[in-house]
Antibody, heavy 117, light 114 residues
Framework: QLLESGGGLVQPGGSLRLSCAAS????????MSWVRQAPGKGLEWISAITGAGYGKYYAESVKGRFTVSRDNSQNTLLLHMNSLRVEDTAVYYC????????????WGQGTLVTVSS | DIQMTQSPSSVSASVGDRVTITCRASQDISGWLAWYQQKPGKAPKLLIY??????????SLQSGVPSRFSGSGSGTDFTLTISSLQPEDYATYYC?????????FGGGTKVEIK
């Protein structure tokens, strides 16, 4: 099970921290990703982190503004979002890798981030 | 970055029709491709990974994904086929390359009722 939280309304330039609480699998054994979907738009992968947390990857659209991290002792994935823009408005999903590759079988319900003045 | 181009962007089809959706990668991704189905307000559902494998690992076994869904292709050109469209298949479908970061999705194909 995956449960995202932390979304909400924030002004442009603001910050937000998303959390993803994982259960039902050995969290530390799986790379995790964040995928977002703007209203009425398609899916956009934005970040991934390896199981131990040493490898981190970002889409160009969020590089330098977003930071992914994980706490394997708490089975929690985090996304620190700074310098938020209107175009960051989206539902944010977390998902573990599947098939030893970055495919995504299991998804959370998503958390909505709205960036607006 | 690898660009994923899906076509068509939408298709109207009737129950029982065979529906084919294509996905083209801007460079060789071998077989590192997935297909997802998404219904409004819901998270995506993984249909196919490794270009042709249903989740569960064995193409011939039920894995929560009906066997009317199949995938094929390698390199740059891939296809998702629904052999006989069912009412519950009306949704938007996305391809995704897992060859290299940044991971990228296609723009989506909306399957609508004719």
């Amino acid at each position: 099970q995956l449960l995202e939280s932390g979304g909400g309304l924030v002004q442009p330039g603001g910050s937000l921290r998303l959390s993803c609480a994982a259960s039902g699998f050995t969290f530390s054994s799986f790379a995790m990703s964040w995928v977002r979907q703007a209203p009425g738009k398609g899916l956009e992968w934005i970040s991934a982190i390896t199981g131990a947390g040493y490898g981190k990857y970002y889409a160009e659209s969020v590089k330098g503004r977003f930071t992914v991290s994980r706490d394997n002792s708490q089975n929690t994935l985090l996304l620190h979002m700074n310098s938020l823009r209107v175009e960051d408005t989206a539902v944010y999903y977390c998902a573990p890798e599947y098939g030893s590759r970055n495919y995504y079988r299991d998804w959370g319900q998503g958390t909505l981030v709205t960036v607006s003045s | 970055d690898i660009q994923m181009t899906q076509s068509p962007s939408s298709v109207s089809a009737s129950v029982g029709d065979r529906v084919t959706i294509t996905c083209r990668a801007s460079q060789d991704i071998s077989g590192w491709l997935a297909w997802y189905q998404q219904k409004p307000g819901k998270a995506p559902k993984l249909l196919i990974y490794g270009a042709s494998t249903l989740p569960g690992g064995v193409p011939s076994l039920q894995s929560g994904v009906p066997s009317r869904f199949s995938g094929s292709g390698s390199g740059t050109d891939f296809t998702l086929t629904i052999s006989s469209l069912q009412p519950e298949d009306y949704a938007t479908y996305y391809c995704q390359q897992a060859n290299s970061f940044p991971l990228t999705f296609g723009g989506g194909t909306k399957v609508e009722i004719k």
